[in-house]
């Protein structure tokens, strides 16, 4: 069975200061995993994704994530905060590519202090 | 390019009505989906299908069915909503097969509200 576990509901940070939003999973095969956004009153879209390969994945908007099989773990960062990043952030993990078995985190809400 | 186009997006029922909701995509995708988001719940799936006239049950289909008629349609039907049905809506969509990139398309969602 695969499960998600994003620490923290609710994250502030300054404008310009690191953003670090955590992700756990597991799975009991290679995983897929995504971090997507949500902006009030939107759907989500994707941020970035791991599939296969490289375990630093870049994304949109300056983030990144990196798969750490060792840890079980895909935190989301950015380097710099903006006020545009407020939203709310959805972890996820799927078997393969193309199915419906996505199970989705509970999510974090990013604030950003000006 | 719409995307994925939820209607309505809005809707207020009384307990014991009936309504559907529907979800279009214009990307021929072969895999729909219908999510219910609640506040410290994320997003947990209803029912989905993998093509035309197939449907199949996610982690909470009680209360709900679907039917896939055509393929860029999918509805979403609550025969008698209670107020615990009260939830943000999301309609998605993927590719599949040779197609499949793992992101799910979502449509901007649709509120409804049971008294």
């Known amino acids: 069975a695969q499960s998600v576990t994003q620490l923290g509901s609710h994250v502030s940070v300054s404008e310009g200061a690191l953003v670090l939003l955590r992700c756990n999973y597991s799975?009991?095969?290679?995983?897929?995993l995504f971090w997507y956004v949500q902006y009030p009153n939107q759907g989500l879209q994707l941020l970035l994704k791991?599939?296969?390969?490289?375990?630093l994945v870049k994304g949109i908007n300056g983030f990144e994530a990196e798969f750490k099989k060792s840890e079980t773990s895909f935190h989301l960062t950015k380097p710099s905060a903006h006020m545009s990043d407020a939203a709310e952030y959805f972890c996820a993990v799927s078997s393969t590519s193309g199915t419906y078995k996505y199970i989705f985190g509970t999510g974090t809400r990013l604030k950003v202090l000006a | 390019n719409a995307g994925v186009t939820q209607t309505p997006k809005f809707r207020v029922l009384k307990t014991g009505q009936s309504m559907t909701l529907l979800c279009a995509q214009d990307?021929?995708?072969?895999?729909m989906y219908w999510y219910r988001q609640d506040p410290g719940m994320g997003l947990r799936l209803i029912h989905y299908?993998?093509?035309?006239?197939?449907?199949a049950k996610g982690e909470v289909p009680d209360g709900y069915n679907v039917s896939r008629l055509k393929k860029q349609n999918f509805l979403l039907g609550l025969e008698s909503a209670a107020p615990s049905q009260t939830s943000v809506y999301f309609c998605?969509?993927?590719?599949?097969?040779?197609?499949?990139?793992?992101?799910?398309?979502f449509g901007e969602g649709s509120r409804l509200t049971v008294l």
């Open positions: 990307m021929n995708h072969e895999y």
């Open positions: 791991y599939t296969t390969g490289a375990t």
């Open positions: 299908s993998v093509g035309e006239g197939t449907t």
């Open positions: 799975s009991s095969v290679p995983p897929y």
């Open positions: 998605a969509s993927s590719y599949s097969g040779r197609q499949a990139t793992g992101e799910l398309f």
